[in-house]
């Protein structure tokens, strides 16, 4: 990182502010990207702790809902997309419910 870009990232008084200091404006393609990519890594968390709640490893869930181990892992660790029926699917096999809301 460059003294300047440092610079302007400790002038920053929010983080909405370093967000568009490293990312860019919302809309750009790489603040785009960054924010898919948190949000696929807030909802690869979110199923790795649900799942460690519910007791089960990785392979019981994958047996309860009809799927492989591999795949349970690679969507904890943010390397797969997932399909909404899919996700449904999973978490209902952690006894939960998905809600979604549109912005």
């Known amino acids: 990182m460059t003294d300047e870009k440092k610079k302007a990232i400790m002038s920053c008084t929010s983080f909405d502010e370093i967000l568009n200091e490293e990312y860019g ?3 750009t393609p790489e603040r ?5 990519d948190a949000e696929a890594f ?3 968390e979110t199923l ?3 799942r460690r709640l519910a007791g089960l490893t990785q392979q019981e869930l994958a047996d309860k809902i009809g799927t492989k181990k591999s795949y349970i892992s690679k969507l904890e ?5 997932i399909q909404l029926s899919t996700l449904f699917r999973i978490f209902a096999g952690l006894g ?8």
Do not use: P
């Open 77 to 81: 660790n943010g390397h797969a997309d």
């Open 42 to 44: 807030c909802l690869a």
């Open 96 to 103: 939960k419910r998905v809600s979604l809301t549109i912005l």
């Open 48 to 50: 790795k702790e649900q």
């Open 25 to 27: 404006a919302m809309g």
């Open 32 to 36: 785009m990207k960054f924010e898919a």
